[in-house]
């Protein structure tokens, strides 16, 4: 393993430090815990976002706290989902009056913990809600297994939700959009090369030269199917292809195109996949609205991207199009 | 079972753990993320120094700081999971002082429908579930608790779930991909009853 780290144990810690020198007029730490908080939190008179998981998957989460997306990003352990009481603080710490926003991506781990701190809010009298984002299509959807994984959509979330709060929605006008928009957005993930967790210290799993992984997560884990090594308008053509399968692409509709690298993936490649991804979404008469290119929920190290759509609509335009001003998202 | 057993049995399984550690990472590694070992070995290594530091009284108390340790510093599916169970099975025990085999079994039962409760978890879908039923079914079995059995019935059941595919948890995500692994939670279960056995069979509980 060679990674520029200091001590495996200490990578969050450390990290959430650099990220509090590097940017002190935006973030805050809250003391002894791995809450980061928008430097004037809590926030009076607008209800706030709070989202969180594993660490390894930077800039997600505390790189999109600020002002027109998150209020607080809750850091647990590499990969590993934050404990209930860390949840817990950054939820008192951020509401201003106006109840507090759970954006959770679907791992039982996730859900549990953040499930935890709900309710230990709702014991305080803090008014709570979330969403748990599912919106990897690599895994079918069935209510007899945990069901989806969530994974680069939820910046969308982010970004959304962030962008309603801030025009006055209340509490319950954002859960409402949280079970649409959820269902509006599909994606899927592939990898080339896998990551190393620093206490683990070895890959999650071996590729060979000629080999790929369609349908990977963002925890370093094997895809749903190996297959050999295939061209990038290929692989954007299979990626589309399982995204059609659960989200009918028809003419005349709009779409946000959501390209997101892995970590290690150059943004020339990305670039090239989203080229394909262009091209064939012309051939559908479906029309690409805007497009997002670059690094929103990485994997450690690891070597690949995923494509993300997002169903438009007139209120989702002017949310994405409104100011976003996080150290990783800017608009 | 008293409040020095409950003491001795957590100590032995962190114990347990602490050398396995890179074992259920490589067995999460198959299936899940890589990171069993390290979360239950954080989560014990803060639960061994509470247990150590501070005194108890019942069995139902030292139950109760294991808990906390891993509802506060483990995270992950594992913590709210072992959490739990260690929260609900310290309730059963209430402020006894000695536990005997028929507390034992409801502690057990506590634990076990905890797990379920906290997971939705059934029986069959490749989880550490699997490993709490059997223990309740073969401990309840006998009145006298017959630890030699409990011990054989907990290893096939963690060794059953390597044919499984998965239902719950990150390995559902592999489907048919999961099966030919053993669950990493199974495996840790089994070792955490491995260790009150020890700890019970040797003396009257
Ligand atoms: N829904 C569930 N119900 C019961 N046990 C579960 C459930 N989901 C996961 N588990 C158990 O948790 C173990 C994984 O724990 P761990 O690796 O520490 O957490 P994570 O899955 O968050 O990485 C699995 O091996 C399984 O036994
Ligand atoms: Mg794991």
Redesign the pocket.
């Given at each position: 393993m060679k990674k520029l780290i200091n001590n495996a144990s200490e990578v969050v810690n450390e990290m959430l430090d650099g990220m509090v020198l590097s940017h002190p007029n935006e973030l805050r730490r809250l003391d002894g815990t791995t809450v980061l908080v928008r430097k004037d939190a809590p926030v009076q008179g607008k209800p706030a976002i709070i989202s969180g998981g594993?660490s390894g998957h930077e800039p997600a989460h505390a790189g999109f706290v600020g002002r027109g997306m998150l209020d607080a990003a809750v850091s647990g352990e590499v990969?590993?989902?934050p404990t209930p009481d860390q949840v817990f603080e950054a939820v008192k710490a951020v509401d201003g009056g106006s109840g507090v926003f759970l954006v959770i991506k679907n791992?039982?781990?996730?859900v549990?913990n953040f499930e935890m701190a709900a309710e230990m809010a709702e014991a305080e009298g803090i008014d709570v809600k979330y969403v748990v984002v599912n919106d990897d299509v690599a895994v079918e959807d069935s209510s007899f297994t945990?069901g989806r994984r969530g994974i680069a959509g939820t910046v969308l979330v982010h970004k959304i939700l962030g962008a309603m709060a801030e025009e006055g929605a209340s509490l319950g006008e954002i859960a409402e959009e949280a079970e649409k928009l959820v269902k509006d957005i599909k994606s899927m993930g592939m990898s080339l090369t896998p990551c190393i967790v620093p206490e683990a210290g070895k890959p999650g799993f071996t590729l060979a030269d000629d080999e790929m992984e369609i349908g990977t997560g963002i925890?370093g884990e094997p895809g749903v199917e190996r297959t050999g090594l295939l061209s990038a308008d290929e692989t954007a053509a299979a990626l589309l292809e399982k995204i059609e399968q659960d989200m009918k692409l028809e003419p005349d509709m709009d779409v946000l195109l959501l390209i997101n690298g892995l970590g290690a993936t150059p943004l020339m490649e990305q670039y090239i996949i989203s080229r394909a991804v262009h091209h064939l979404l012309k051939d559908k008469g479906v029309k690409v609205t805007e497009t997002i290119v670059g690094e929103w929920m990485t994997s450690l190290e690891m070597a690949g991207v995923s494509v993300t759509l997002l169903k438009m609509n007139e209120d989702r335009q002017r949310w994405i199009a409104a100011a976003a001003d996080t150290t990783a998202f800017k608009r | 079972m008293n409040q020095q057993d409950a003491v001795n049995w957590i100590l032995s399984f962190q114990k347990k753990i602490e050398s396995s550690k890179e074992y259920?990472t490589d067995?999460?590694q198959a299936?899940?993320?890589?990171?069993?070992g390290?979360?239950?070995n954080r989560g014990l290594q803060h639960a061994a120094g509470v247990l150590h530091e501070k005194t108890f009284e019942t069995p139902g108390d030292v139950l109760k700081a294991v808990s906390t340790a891993f509802i506060s510093k483990?995270?992950?599916?594992?913590?709210p999971?072992y959490g739990s169970a260690m929260l609900k099975a310290s309730g059963s025990c209430g402020g006894k002082e000695t536990l005997e085999d028929e507390d034992v079994k409801a502690m057990l039962r506590a634990a076990a429908d905890a797990?379920?409760a906290?997971?939705?978890?059934e029986r069959g879908?490749?989880?550490?579930?699997?490993?709490w039923e059997a223990v309740v079914r073969a401990a309840e079995e006998k009145e006298d608790i017959d630890w030699q059995h409990v011990r054989m019935k907990t290893a096939e059941a963690a060794d059953a779930?390597k044919e499984m595919q998965?239902k719950?948890?990150?390995?559902?995500y592999l489907g048919a991909r999961s099966i030919g692994h053993l669950?990493?939670?199974?495996?840790?279960?089994r070792m955490l009853i491995e260790s009150l056995a020890e700890v019970l069979e040797s003396g009257d509980s």
């Open positions: 594993g990969f590993t989902s791992y039982t781990g996730d549990m945990s925890h | 259920l067995l999460d299936v899940g993320d890589g990171d069993h390290i979360n239950m483990v995270g992950g599916a594992s913590g999971l797990v379920q906290r997971g939705r978890a879908e490749k989880t550490m579930y699997d490993v779930t998965a719950k948890g990150r390995a559902a669950d990493p939670g199974s495996v840790s279960t």
